[in-house]
Protein backbone atom coordinates (compact mmCIF):
# COMPACT_ATOMS: atom_id res chain seq x y z
CA UNK A 1 0.00 0.00 0.00
CA UNK A 2 1.46 3.67 -1.08
CA UNK A 3 1.42 6.03 1.43
CA UNK A 4 -1.07 7.81 -0.03
CA UNK A 5 -3.11 5.03 0.05
CA UNK A 6 -2.49 4.70 3.95
CA UNK A 7 -3.17 8.32 4.30
CA UNK A 8 -6.72 7.84 2.56
CA UNK A 9 -7.53 4.36 4.58
CA UNK A 10 -6.02 6.03 8.19
CA UNK A 11 -8.71 8.86 7.30
CA UNK A 12 -11.49 6.91 6.24
CA UNK A 13 -11.08 4.81 9.33
CA UNK A 14 -11.24 7.66 11.62
CA UNK A 15 -14.38 8.38 10.28
CA UNK A 16 -16.04 5.60 10.33
CA UNK A 17 -15.02 5.07 14.07
CA UNK A 18 -16.94 8.69 15.05
CA UNK A 19 -19.58 7.34 12.45
CA UNK A 20 -20.31 4.27 14.53
CA UNK A 21 -20.26 5.60 17.55
CA UNK A 22 -22.66 8.27 16.89
CA UNK A 23 -25.08 5.24 15.43
CA UNK A 24 -24.52 6.87 11.80
CA UNK A 25 -25.46 4.44 9.08
CA UNK A 26 -23.14 2.71 7.13
CA UNK A 27 -24.92 4.69 3.49
CA UNK A 28 -24.23 7.63 5.90
CA UNK A 29 -20.30 7.26 7.05
CA UNK A 30 -19.59 6.28 3.10
CA UNK A 31 -21.36 9.99 1.92
CA UNK A 32 -18.97 11.49 4.78
CA UNK A 33 -15.61 9.52 3.52
CA UNK A 34 -16.37 10.36 -0.19
CA UNK A 35 -17.48 14.16 1.21
CA UNK A 36 -13.63 14.40 3.43
CA UNK A 37 -11.19 11.91 1.31
CA UNK A 38 -12.70 13.23 -2.33
CA UNK A 39 -10.83 16.32 -2.17
CA UNK A 40 -7.40 15.49 -1.43
CA UNK A 41 -7.57 11.32 -2.13
CA UNK A 42 -10.53 11.44 -5.35
CA UNK A 43 -11.99 8.85 -3.23
CA UNK A 44 -15.07 7.52 -5.59
CA UNK A 45 -18.44 6.49 -3.86
CA UNK A 46 -18.19 3.39 -4.45
CA UNK A 47 -14.76 2.93 -2.69
CA UNK A 48 -16.64 5.35 -0.65
CA UNK A 49 -18.59 2.52 0.88
CA UNK A 50 -16.37 -0.67 0.66
CA UNK A 51 -14.29 1.80 3.41
CA UNK A 52 -17.52 2.53 5.31
CA UNK A 53 -17.22 -1.44 6.11
CA UNK A 54 -13.58 -1.20 6.91
CA UNK A 55 -13.12 -3.81 4.38
CA UNK A 56 -10.96 -5.12 1.77
CA UNK A 57 -11.62 -5.95 -1.76
CA UNK A 58 -10.99 -9.39 -1.31
CA UNK A 59 -14.16 -9.34 1.30
CA UNK A 60 -16.66 -7.64 -1.37
CA UNK A 61 -15.33 -10.07 -4.45
CA UNK A 62 -16.21 -12.90 -1.66
CA UNK A 63 -19.63 -11.21 -1.09
CA UNK A 64 -20.75 -10.76 -4.66
CA UNK A 65 -19.51 -14.60 -5.71
CA UNK A 66 -21.42 -15.76 -2.92
CA UNK A 67 -24.48 -13.95 -4.40
CA UNK A 68 -23.89 -15.95 -7.22
CA UNK A 69 -23.86 -19.15 -5.81
CA UNK A 70 -27.02 -17.88 -3.45
CA UNK A 71 -28.58 -17.45 -7.44
CA UNK A 72 -27.58 -20.53 -9.15
CA UNK A 73 -25.20 -18.78 -11.58
CA UNK A 74 -21.73 -19.28 -12.51
CA UNK A 75 -18.69 -18.06 -10.60
CA UNK A 76 -18.65 -14.33 -11.66
CA UNK A 77 -14.78 -13.51 -13.57
CA UNK A 78 -14.87 -10.35 -11.25
CA UNK A 79 -11.60 -10.09 -9.04
CA UNK A 80 -9.81 -7.39 -7.41
CA UNK A 81 -8.06 -5.76 -10.58
CA UNK A 82 -11.61 -5.25 -11.89
CA UNK A 83 -13.26 -3.90 -8.47
CA UNK A 84 -10.06 -1.44 -8.05
CA UNK A 85 -10.36 -0.54 -11.40
CA UNK A 86 -14.51 0.47 -10.83
CA UNK A 87 -13.18 2.16 -7.33
CA UNK A 88 -10.67 4.25 -9.40
CA UNK A 89 -13.18 5.12 -12.30
CA UNK A 90 -11.43 3.92 -14.82
CA UNK A 91 -14.08 1.22 -15.45
CA UNK A 92 -17.82 1.29 -14.60
CA UNK A 93 -19.73 -1.90 -13.92
CA UNK A 94 -21.86 -3.38 -15.79
CA UNK A 95 -25.66 -3.84 -15.12
CA UNK A 96 -25.20 -7.34 -13.44
CA UNK A 97 -21.99 -6.57 -11.41
CA UNK A 98 -23.41 -3.04 -10.73
CA UNK A 99 -26.44 -4.99 -9.31
CA UNK A 100 -24.57 -7.14 -7.00
CA UNK A 101 -23.01 -4.19 -5.55
CA UNK A 102 -26.00 -2.64 -4.83
CA UNK A 103 -26.65 -5.64 -3.07
CA UNK A 104 -23.67 -5.97 -1.13
CA UNK A 105 -23.96 -2.69 -0.19
CA UNK A 106 -27.54 -2.13 0.47
CA UNK A 107 -28.28 1.21 -1.17
CA UNK A 108 -29.15 1.99 -5.13
CA UNK A 109 -26.55 2.68 -8.05
CA UNK A 110 -27.07 6.47 -7.19
CA UNK A 111 -25.31 6.09 -3.65
CA UNK A 112 -22.29 4.62 -5.47
CA UNK A 113 -21.73 6.92 -8.16
CA UNK A 114 -23.79 5.53 -10.56
CA UNK A 115 -26.79 7.02 -12.59
CA UNK A 116 -30.04 5.00 -13.29
CA UNK A 117 -31.76 2.79 -11.36
CA UNK A 118 -30.69 -1.09 -10.90
CA UNK A 119 -31.89 -3.34 -13.72
CA UNK A 120 -33.80 -5.38 -11.15
CA UNK A 121 -35.91 -2.74 -10.31
CA UNK A 122 -36.57 -2.73 -7.30
CA UNK A 123 -34.31 -1.41 -3.87
CA UNK A 124 -31.89 -3.31 -2.26
CA UNK A 125 -32.24 -2.17 1.33
CA UNK A 126 -33.23 -5.51 2.75
CA UNK A 127 -31.84 -7.81 5.36
CA UNK A 128 -29.77 -10.82 4.84
CA UNK A 129 -27.23 -9.14 1.84
CA UNK A 130 -24.27 -8.40 4.02
CA UNK A 131 -21.96 -11.64 4.55
CA UNK A 132 -21.79 -12.43 8.29
CA UNK A 133 -18.15 -11.87 8.68
CA UNK A 134 -19.09 -8.02 7.46
CA UNK A 135 -21.87 -7.84 10.03
CA UNK A 136 -19.61 -8.51 12.86
CA UNK A 137 -17.67 -5.54 11.79
CA UNK A 138 -20.57 -4.04 12.87
CA UNK A 139 -22.06 -3.02 16.76
CA UNK A 140 -25.10 -5.05 16.93
CA UNK A 141 -27.43 -2.51 17.23
CA UNK A 142 -26.24 -0.93 13.67
CA UNK A 143 -27.60 -3.13 11.31
CA UNK A 144 -30.98 -2.86 13.25
CA UNK A 145 -30.86 0.69 13.20
CA UNK A 146 -30.57 1.31 9.37
CA UNK A 147 -32.85 -1.42 8.54
CA UNK A 148 -35.04 0.84 10.31
CA UNK A 149 -34.67 4.01 8.98
CA UNK A 150 -37.26 5.65 6.29
CA UNK A 151 -36.41 4.42 3.32
CA UNK A 152 -34.26 7.57 1.33
CA UNK A 153 -36.75 9.54 -1.12
CA UNK A 154 -35.39 8.69 -4.80
CA UNK A 155 -35.60 11.36 -7.22
CA UNK A 156 -37.94 10.23 -9.96
CA UNK A 157 -36.10 9.19 -13.08
CA UNK A 158 -36.39 10.99 -16.50
CA UNK A 159 -38.98 10.07 -19.18
CA UNK A 160 -35.86 9.96 -21.06
CA UNK A 161 -34.65 7.12 -18.46
CA UNK A 162 -37.80 4.70 -19.01
CA UNK A 163 -36.36 3.53 -22.18
CA UNK A 164 -33.38 2.34 -20.50
CA UNK A 165 -35.04 0.44 -17.49
CA UNK A 166 -37.05 -1.44 -19.79
CA UNK A 167 -33.99 -2.88 -21.34
CA UNK A 168 -32.77 -3.53 -17.84
CA UNK A 169 -35.17 -5.16 -16.40
CA UNK A 170 -35.57 -6.84 -19.84
CA UNK A 171 -31.84 -7.93 -19.15
CA UNK A 172 -32.17 -8.88 -15.67
CA UNK A 173 -34.91 -11.19 -16.12
CA UNK A 174 -33.13 -13.17 -18.75
CA UNK A 175 -30.38 -12.94 -16.57
CA UNK A 176 -32.31 -14.82 -13.80
CA UNK A 177 -34.67 -17.08 -15.72
CA UNK A 178 -32.89 -18.01 -18.83
CA UNK A 179 -33.30 -16.31 -22.72
CA UNK A 180 -36.82 -17.78 -23.12
CA UNK A 181 -38.07 -15.41 -20.26
CA UNK A 182 -37.35 -12.56 -22.97
CA UNK A 183 -40.53 -11.38 -24.54
CA UNK A 184 -39.92 -8.86 -27.98
CA UNK A 185 -43.10 -7.30 -27.79
CA UNK A 186 -44.72 -4.16 -27.03
CA UNK A 187 -42.66 -2.44 -24.05
CA UNK A 188 -39.34 -3.56 -25.49
CA UNK A 189 -39.93 -2.48 -28.98
CA UNK A 190 -41.26 1.04 -27.56
CA UNK A 191 -37.62 0.48 -26.16
CA UNK A 192 -35.86 0.35 -28.51
CA UNK A 193 -37.87 2.98 -31.04
CA UNK A 194 -37.60 6.04 -28.50
CA UNK A 195 -33.56 5.26 -27.85
CA UNK A 196 -33.53 5.48 -31.80
CA UNK A 197 -35.38 8.18 -31.74
CA UNK A 198 -33.30 10.07 -29.05
CA UNK A 199 -30.17 9.37 -30.83
CA UNK A 200 -31.96 11.04 -34.10
CA UNK A 201 -32.99 14.32 -32.68
CA UNK A 202 -28.91 14.85 -30.95
CA UNK A 203 -27.60 13.84 -34.55
CA UNK A 204 -29.10 16.53 -36.01
CA UNK A 205 -29.12 18.95 -33.29
CA UNK A 206 -25.87 19.77 -32.48
CA UNK A 207 -16.95 16.68 -22.82
CA UNK A 208 -15.87 13.40 -22.58
CA UNK A 209 -12.38 12.03 -21.94
CA UNK A 210 -10.54 9.92 -24.10
CA UNK A 211 -10.37 7.11 -21.88
CA UNK A 212 -14.22 6.05 -21.73
CA UNK A 213 -14.56 6.61 -25.45
CA UNK A 214 -11.75 4.10 -25.27
CA UNK A 215 -13.51 1.73 -23.35
CA UNK A 216 -16.86 2.01 -25.51
CA UNK A 217 -14.92 1.33 -28.25
CA UNK A 218 -13.66 -1.52 -26.96
CA UNK A 219 -17.45 -2.71 -25.98
CA UNK A 220 -18.56 -2.28 -29.24
CA UNK A 221 -16.19 -4.42 -31.01
CA UNK A 222 -16.66 -6.78 -27.96
CA UNK A 223 -20.61 -6.66 -29.25
CA UNK A 224 -19.62 -7.22 -32.33
CA UNK A 225 -18.01 -10.54 -31.03
CA UNK A 226 -20.65 -11.00 -29.49
CA UNK A 227 -23.10 -11.04 -32.49
CA UNK A 228 -22.94 -15.19 -33.17
CA UNK A 229 -22.57 -16.63 -29.52
CA UNK A 230 -25.25 -14.33 -27.95
CA UNK A 231 -28.89 -14.72 -28.03
CA UNK A 232 -30.66 -11.14 -30.06
CA UNK A 233 -32.78 -10.15 -27.58
CA UNK A 234 -30.31 -10.35 -24.73
CA UNK A 235 -27.96 -8.50 -26.64
CA UNK A 236 -29.67 -5.99 -28.30
CA UNK A 237 -30.31 -4.87 -24.11
CA UNK A 238 -26.57 -3.86 -24.31
CA UNK A 239 -26.28 -2.63 -27.29
CA UNK A 240 -29.15 0.00 -26.82
CA UNK A 241 -28.10 0.67 -23.42
CA UNK A 242 -24.49 1.49 -24.70
CA UNK A 243 -26.17 3.52 -27.55
CA UNK A 244 -27.95 5.60 -24.79
CA UNK A 245 -24.43 6.00 -23.17
CA UNK A 246 -23.36 7.03 -26.16
CA UNK A 247 -26.28 9.66 -27.21
CA UNK A 248 -25.94 11.12 -23.18
CA UNK A 249 -22.16 12.25 -24.12
CA UNK A 250 -23.14 13.73 -27.25
CA UNK A 251 -25.70 15.78 -25.20
CA UNK A 252 -23.15 18.64 -25.79
CA UNK A 253 -20.84 19.53 -28.34
CA UNK A 254 -17.46 17.60 -28.15
CA UNK A 255 -14.17 18.47 -29.67
CA UNK A 256 -14.25 17.30 -33.28
CA UNK A 257 -11.67 14.36 -32.96
CA UNK A 258 -13.75 13.36 -30.12
CA UNK A 259 -17.20 14.08 -31.68
CA UNK A 260 -16.25 12.31 -34.74
CA UNK A 261 -15.15 9.15 -32.39
CA UNK A 262 -19.23 9.44 -30.95
CA UNK A 263 -20.48 9.61 -33.96
CA UNK A 264 -18.23 6.22 -35.40
CA UNK A 265 -19.32 4.58 -32.27
CA UNK A 266 -23.21 5.44 -32.54
CA UNK A 267 -23.26 4.74 -36.72
CA UNK A 268 -22.17 1.09 -35.44
CA UNK A 269 -24.42 0.29 -32.30
CA UNK A 270 -27.27 1.57 -34.28
CA UNK A 271 -25.98 -0.49 -37.59
CA UNK A 272 -26.02 -3.72 -35.29
CA UNK A 273 -28.88 -2.93 -33.47
CA UNK A 274 -30.86 -3.12 -37.46
CA UNK A 275 -28.29 -6.56 -38.00
CA UNK A 276 -30.22 -7.65 -34.61
CA UNK A 277 -33.61 -6.46 -35.56
CA UNK A 278 -33.31 -8.32 -38.66
CA UNK A 279 -32.90 -11.61 -36.41
CA UNK A 280 -35.69 -11.09 -34.09
CA UNK A 281 -38.24 -10.32 -37.52
CA UNK A 282 -39.21 -6.40 -36.78
CA UNK A 283 -37.82 -4.95 -40.81
CA UNK A 284 -39.94 -1.81 -39.54
CA UNK A 285 -36.82 -1.10 -36.66
CA UNK A 286 -34.67 -2.50 -38.70
CA UNK A 287 -34.74 0.02 -41.29
CA UNK A 288 -35.22 2.71 -38.49
CA UNK A 289 -31.61 1.70 -36.82
CA UNK A 290 -29.84 1.40 -40.08
CA UNK A 291 -31.32 5.28 -40.99
CA UNK A 292 -29.65 6.24 -37.83
CA UNK A 293 -26.49 4.24 -38.22
CA UNK A 294 -26.08 6.16 -41.69
CA UNK A 295 -26.74 9.28 -40.30
CA UNK A 296 -23.91 9.34 -37.80
CA UNK A 297 -21.75 7.46 -40.62
CA UNK A 298 -22.36 10.48 -42.92
CA UNK A 299 -21.09 12.81 -39.50
CA UNK A 300 -17.76 11.01 -39.84
CA UNK A 301 -16.87 11.31 -43.49
CA UNK A 302 -15.75 7.85 -43.39
CA UNK A 303 -17.19 5.75 -47.05
CA UNK A 304 -15.74 2.26 -45.83
CA UNK A 305 -18.30 3.09 -42.43
CA UNK A 306 -20.70 4.49 -44.42
CA UNK A 307 -20.57 1.57 -47.09
CA UNK A 308 -20.43 -1.14 -44.49
CA UNK A 309 -24.09 0.69 -42.98
CA UNK A 310 -25.74 0.75 -46.39
CA UNK A 311 -24.53 -2.83 -46.87
CA UNK A 312 -26.26 -4.17 -43.75
CA UNK A 313 -28.98 -2.36 -44.79
CA UNK A 314 -29.69 -4.23 -47.47
CA UNK A 315 -30.54 -7.30 -46.01
CA UNK A 316 -33.46 -5.51 -44.71
CA UNK A 317 -35.24 -5.60 -48.52
CA UNK A 318 -33.29 -8.95 -49.39
CA UNK A 319 -35.15 -10.61 -46.23
CA UNK A 320 -38.78 -9.22 -46.37
CA UNK A 321 -39.24 -6.91 -49.13
CA UNK A 322 -38.10 -5.96 -52.38
CA UNK A 323 -34.91 -7.98 -53.60
CA UNK A 324 -34.66 -5.06 -56.36
CA UNK A 325 -34.33 -2.62 -53.73
CA UNK A 326 -31.89 -4.91 -52.04
CA UNK A 327 -29.60 -4.96 -55.62
CA UNK A 328 -29.70 -1.23 -55.78
CA UNK A 329 -28.78 -1.20 -52.19
CA UNK A 330 -25.79 -3.18 -53.01
CA UNK A 331 -24.66 -0.92 -55.35
CA UNK A 332 -25.34 1.91 -53.52
CA UNK A 333 -23.00 0.14 -51.17
CA UNK A 334 -20.34 -0.47 -53.98
CA UNK A 335 -20.19 2.83 -55.22
CA UNK A 336 -19.23 4.41 -51.60
CA UNK A 337 -16.93 1.90 -51.12
CA UNK A 338 -15.08 2.83 -54.49
CA UNK A 339 -11.45 1.56 -54.32
CA UNK A 340 -10.72 1.56 -50.16
CA UNK A 341 -10.67 -1.95 -49.00
CA UNK A 342 -13.04 -2.62 -46.31
CA UNK A 343 -15.46 -5.17 -45.67
CA UNK A 344 -18.22 -3.50 -47.81
CA UNK A 345 -16.09 -3.85 -50.85
CA UNK A 346 -16.87 -7.72 -50.28
CA UNK A 347 -20.31 -7.83 -48.59
CA UNK A 348 -22.14 -5.50 -51.45
CA UNK A 349 -21.13 -7.88 -54.29
CA UNK A 350 -22.28 -10.49 -52.57
CA UNK A 351 -25.44 -9.19 -51.52
CA UNK A 352 -26.00 -8.09 -55.32
CA UNK A 353 -25.80 -12.01 -56.03
CA UNK A 354 -28.08 -13.23 -53.73
CA UNK A 355 -30.55 -10.65 -54.63
CA UNK A 356 -30.22 -11.45 -58.60
CA UNK A 357 -30.70 -15.10 -57.52
CA UNK A 358 -33.73 -13.97 -55.73
CA UNK A 359 -35.17 -12.35 -58.51
CA UNK A 360 -34.31 -14.57 -61.24
CA UNK A 361 -34.50 -17.86 -59.47
CA UNK A 362 -33.41 -21.83 -60.37
CA UNK A 363 -34.86 -21.67 -64.22
CA UNK A 364 -31.67 -18.18 -64.31
CA UNK A 365 -30.73 -17.50 -67.65
CA UNK A 366 -27.54 -17.92 -68.47
CA UNK A 367 -26.41 -13.82 -68.51
CA UNK A 368 -28.15 -13.92 -65.31
CA UNK A 369 -25.96 -16.79 -63.93
CA UNK A 370 -22.86 -14.92 -65.10
CA UNK A 371 -23.84 -11.82 -63.78
CA UNK A 372 -24.38 -13.25 -60.06
CA UNK A 373 -20.92 -15.59 -60.79
CA UNK A 374 -18.99 -12.03 -61.60
CA UNK A 375 -20.37 -10.16 -58.58
CA UNK A 376 -19.27 -13.38 -56.41
CA UNK A 377 -15.80 -13.50 -57.82
CA UNK A 378 -15.61 -9.38 -57.25
CA UNK A 379 -16.54 -10.47 -53.53
CA UNK A 380 -13.79 -13.23 -53.35
CA UNK A 381 -11.23 -10.51 -54.72
CA UNK A 382 -12.30 -7.37 -52.44
CA UNK A 383 -11.89 -10.02 -49.60
CA UNK A 384 -8.17 -10.95 -50.54
CA UNK A 385 -7.43 -7.13 -49.57
CA UNK A 386 -9.17 -6.77 -46.35
CA UNK A 387 -7.07 -6.24 -43.59
CA UNK A 388 -6.50 -9.29 -41.23
CA UNK A 389 -9.09 -8.00 -38.34
CA UNK A 390 -11.66 -7.37 -40.76
CA UNK A 391 -11.44 -10.88 -42.06
CA UNK A 392 -12.23 -12.30 -38.40
CA UNK A 393 -15.18 -10.05 -37.73
CA UNK A 394 -18.60 -11.17 -38.50
CA UNK A 395 -20.42 -8.50 -37.29
CA UNK A 396 -18.45 -5.62 -38.70
CA UNK A 397 -16.08 -7.08 -41.06
CA UNK A 398 -16.91 -10.37 -43.23
CA UNK A 399 -15.24 -13.39 -42.74
CA UNK A 400 -14.37 -16.43 -44.85
CA UNK A 401 -16.84 -18.47 -43.61
CA UNK A 402 -19.78 -15.73 -44.79
CA UNK A 403 -18.28 -16.05 -47.99
CA UNK A 404 -18.39 -19.95 -48.57
CA UNK A 405 -21.97 -19.76 -47.41
CA UNK A 406 -23.45 -16.73 -49.22
CA UNK A 407 -21.50 -18.49 -52.13
CA UNK A 408 -23.59 -21.64 -51.52
CA UNK A 409 -27.04 -19.99 -51.34
CA UNK A 410 -26.28 -17.96 -54.96
CA UNK A 411 -25.50 -21.39 -56.62
CA UNK A 412 -28.86 -22.88 -54.81
CA UNK A 413 -30.86 -20.57 -55.97
CA UNK A 414 -29.74 -20.26 -59.29
CA UNK A 415 -30.14 -23.77 -59.55
CA UNK A 416 -26.32 -24.78 -59.63
CA UNK A 417 -26.55 -27.72 -57.48
CA UNK A 418 -23.73 -29.59 -58.16
CA UNK A 419 -21.18 -26.25 -57.54
CA UNK A 420 -23.63 -25.27 -54.38
CA UNK A 421 -23.52 -28.59 -52.52
CA UNK A 422 -19.62 -28.38 -52.63
CA UNK A 423 -19.39 -24.51 -51.37
CA UNK A 424 -22.05 -25.54 -49.16
CA UNK A 425 -20.45 -28.35 -47.41
CA UNK A 426 -17.14 -26.33 -47.42
CA UNK A 427 -19.24 -23.90 -45.59
CA UNK A 428 -20.53 -25.93 -43.09
CA UNK A 429 -17.25 -27.39 -42.20
CA UNK A 430 -16.33 -23.90 -40.90
CA UNK A 431 -18.78 -23.62 -38.79
CA UNK A 432 -18.37 -24.64 -35.86
CA UNK A 433 -19.67 -22.61 -32.94
CA UNK A 434 -23.06 -20.79 -34.79
CA UNK A 435 -26.16 -22.77 -34.97
CA UNK A 436 -28.27 -19.93 -36.79
CA UNK A 437 -25.99 -20.31 -39.81
CA UNK A 438 -25.07 -23.65 -39.59
CA UNK A 439 -29.22 -24.49 -39.96
CA UNK A 440 -29.34 -22.14 -42.83
CA UNK A 441 -26.50 -23.80 -44.72
CA UNK A 442 -28.45 -26.97 -44.06
CA UNK A 443 -31.76 -25.67 -45.94
CA UNK A 444 -29.74 -24.90 -48.69
CA UNK A 445 -28.37 -28.07 -49.19
CA UNK A 446 -32.18 -29.71 -48.79
CA UNK A 447 -32.96 -27.32 -51.26
CA UNK A 448 -30.16 -28.74 -53.39
CA UNK A 449 -32.00 -32.21 -53.12
CA UNK A 450 -35.28 -30.93 -53.89
CA UNK A 451 -33.97 -29.46 -57.37
CA UNK A 452 -32.12 -32.85 -58.00
CA UNK A 453 -35.08 -34.53 -57.45
CA UNK A 454 -34.31 -36.27 -54.37
CA UNK A 455 -37.36 -35.69 -52.22
CA UNK A 456 -36.71 -38.32 -49.63
CA UNK A 457 -33.42 -36.64 -48.77
CA UNK A 458 -34.77 -33.56 -48.78
CA UNK A 459 -37.05 -34.27 -45.97
CA UNK A 460 -34.39 -36.05 -44.21
CA UNK A 461 -32.20 -32.99 -43.92
CA UNK A 462 -34.52 -30.55 -43.10
CA UNK A 463 -35.79 -32.28 -40.57
CA UNK A 464 -32.12 -32.73 -39.49
CA UNK A 465 -31.34 -28.90 -40.03
CA UNK A 466 -34.55 -28.31 -37.28
CA UNK A 467 -34.07 -31.12 -34.97
CA UNK A 468 -30.66 -29.95 -34.44
CA UNK A 469 -32.58 -26.08 -33.69
CA UNK A 470 -33.21 -26.19 -30.24
CA UNK A 471 -36.77 -23.70 -29.54
CA UNK A 472 -35.28 -20.72 -28.69
CA UNK A 473 -33.10 -20.02 -31.52
CA UNK A 474 -36.78 -20.46 -34.28
CA UNK A 475 -37.12 -17.02 -35.04
CA UNK A 476 -39.08 -15.74 -37.21
CA UNK A 477 -35.71 -15.21 -39.68
CA UNK A 478 -34.89 -18.68 -39.06
CA UNK A 479 -38.36 -20.28 -39.87
CA UNK A 480 -38.95 -18.51 -43.04
CA UNK A 481 -36.65 -20.58 -45.30
CA UNK A 482 -37.62 -23.51 -43.29
CA UNK A 483 -40.96 -22.93 -44.47
CA UNK A 484 -40.38 -22.22 -47.72
CA UNK A 485 -38.47 -25.44 -47.97
CA UNK A 486 -41.90 -27.38 -46.98
CA UNK A 487 -43.93 -25.93 -49.15
CA UNK A 488 -41.58 -26.49 -52.12
CA UNK A 489 -41.71 -30.02 -51.08
CA UNK A 490 -45.54 -30.18 -50.55
CA UNK A 491 -45.88 -28.91 -53.99
CA UNK A 492 -43.55 -31.61 -55.80
CA UNK A 493 -45.44 -34.33 -53.81
CA UNK A 494 -48.18 -33.33 -51.41
CA UNK A 495 -48.88 -37.01 -50.08
CA UNK A 496 -45.31 -37.98 -49.21
CA UNK A 497 -45.60 -40.23 -46.19
CA UNK A 498 -42.82 -38.07 -44.67
CA UNK A 499 -44.06 -34.48 -45.23
CA UNK A 500 -46.29 -34.61 -42.40
CA UNK A 501 -43.74 -34.95 -39.80
CA UNK A 502 -41.40 -32.29 -41.39
CA UNK A 503 -44.74 -30.10 -41.18
CA UNK A 504 -44.62 -30.97 -37.45
CA UNK A 505 -40.92 -30.14 -36.95
CA UNK A 506 -42.17 -26.49 -38.18
CA UNK A 507 -44.79 -26.07 -35.46
CA UNK A 508 -44.19 -22.64 -33.71
CA UNK A 509 -42.74 -22.57 -30.76
CA UNK A 510 -42.50 -20.20 -27.49
CA UNK A 511 -41.22 -16.50 -28.91
CA UNK A 512 -37.26 -17.16 -29.88
CA UNK A 513 -34.28 -14.99 -28.86
CA UNK A 514 -31.50 -17.39 -31.20
CA UNK A 515 -28.32 -16.09 -31.74
CA UNK A 516 -27.77 -13.19 -34.74
CA UNK A 517 -26.65 -13.83 -38.02
CA UNK A 518 -27.17 -12.06 -41.45
Excluded at 14 to 29: D, E, M
Excluded at 247 to 252: E, F, L
Excluded at 406 to 412: A, I
Amino acid sequence: MSGRQHRETEMARRIRARGLATGRTSAQIAEEIHEHCGPQFGTTRIKGHRLSYGIALADVIEQVRALFERDGKTQPGIGETLLSAYESGLKRPGPEYLHYLCTVYRVEPGALGYEGPCICGHGHRMPGVVAADLKERLPAASPQRELLMPPEKTTPAPSDEEDENILRRTLLNMLSNGPQAGRFEGPVLGACEGIRRRMDAMLVSATVSPAMLDQWEEATLAFGRQYTTTAPLRLLCDVLLELSSVHSAMSCRQPIDLQERLCRMAAQLSGLSGMIMINLGDHRLARSFFRTGRTAADETGDRALRAWVTAREALVPLYYGDAREALNLAKKSRDLAGQTPCAAQAMAPVVEARALAMISGVDSKKEVVDQAKRALARARNAFSHMKSHEREDMAFGYTERQLYFYQGDVLTKLGQTLEAEVVLDQALDKYQDHIIDQTLIRLDRAQCRLIEGDIDEAIAMGKEAMRLLGPEYRTDFIMRPAVALAQAIKARDANHPDLAVFLEELRPSELATGEGSA
